[in-house]
């Protein structure tokens, strides 16, 4: 079942259970909403970040990096203070469910977030399109072409080997050389005394680069189902994503989970839910792969 073929007057949880029940795969894409419900604020939404602090896009820049690091580095700093206090919410943990379940033959989540409540919900199949609060990166010392392990991905993926994982890292380091940093506080700010050094986020602005390696490979590969879950449509790559999907299949359904706005421009499935409502329900179905 796909979203136009939907019958008038059927109920849009039990079409978004038999959409999933029959799908081959799904990509997941998350946005802020999702996390909202575990005590972080959204930036577009309803008291978001950007109505708060309307200068917080300015200053999340490569220019604002430059001209008052310590403005920039002490934001993630209360950022992270938040986040590290943060749980994962039901819907967090539903998708890693069906994650560890293999509820499908093919399966990714593809996060606009930065908290890792994914990966802490146990879910280990997570692209984050936006980079993360807990990585630092700075640039690689040579040209990645230069590089040895870059020629050995290179003629992994002629051969056919290790596609996937090779795409995944490569999305992850976005031709930097990228490291984990949990420290809750920053010992001083800046946290580091190298300038060369910045927090391993998507500054606005900036391209995106690598980072989209491993999702673009999955979505060509056929999405199967899309569950688009607390994404604002202000956010263009949400757009982009989805039309990708439906020029690699068009068949596929796109099902959207947000109580607040019906971001979604394409052709879909609209649950005015909060995520963990409609993936509880949805999980409580009890469907299975056909």
């Not at 606005?204 to 688009?228: N, Q, S």
């Amino acid at each position: 079942m796909s979203a136009s073929t939907i019958h008038p007057g059927q109920d849009p949880l039990h079409a978004a259970g038999e959409i999933l029940a029959t799908s081959p795969g799904l990509l997941v894409i998350t946005g802020a909403g999702i996390s909202v419900e575990s005590g972080l604020p959204s930036y577009r939404g309803p008291d978001g970040v950007y109505e708060a602090n309307p200068t917080l896009p300015d200053l999340l820049t490569e220019e604002g990096l430059a001209r008052d690091p310590d403005a920039l580095w002490g934001y993630l700093n209360e950022f992270r203070k938040r986040a590290a206090e943060a749980e994962p919410c039901p819907a967090h943990r539903v998708l890693a469910r069906w994650e560890q379940e293999a509820r499908f033959p093919r399966f990714l989540i593809a996060t606009q977030n930065i908290d890792g409540l994914h990966q802490a919900a146990g879910s280990d199949r997570v692209t984050e399109l936006h980079g993360s609060l807990w990585r630092m990166a700075r640039p690689q010392a040579e040209d990645f072409t230069d590089d040895p392990e870059f020629s050995r991905d290179a003629e992994d993926l002629l051969a056919g080997r290790d596609r996937e994982e090779i795409l995944r890292r490569w999305s992850l380091e976005n031709r930097r050389t990228v490291w984990e940093d949990r420290s809750v506080p920053f010992a001083q700010i800046p946290p580091y005394r190298d300038e060369a050094i910045r927090p391993d986020i998507l500054l606005f602005g900036e391209a995106y680069g690598d980072r989209l390696l491993w999702v673009e490979d999955f979505i060509e590969r056929g999405p199967g189902a899309i569950l688009v879950i607390g994404c604002s449509g202000q956010v263009g790559i949400l757009d982009r994503l989805l039309r990708a999907c439906r020029n690699a299949m068009p068949s596929c359904a796109i099902i959207h989970i947000n109580a607040y706005e019906d971001a979604v421009g394409l052709p879909h499935l609209h649950l005015a839910m909060t995520a963990s409502e409609a993936l509880g329900a949805l999980d409580g179905m009890r469907w299975q792969p056909s």
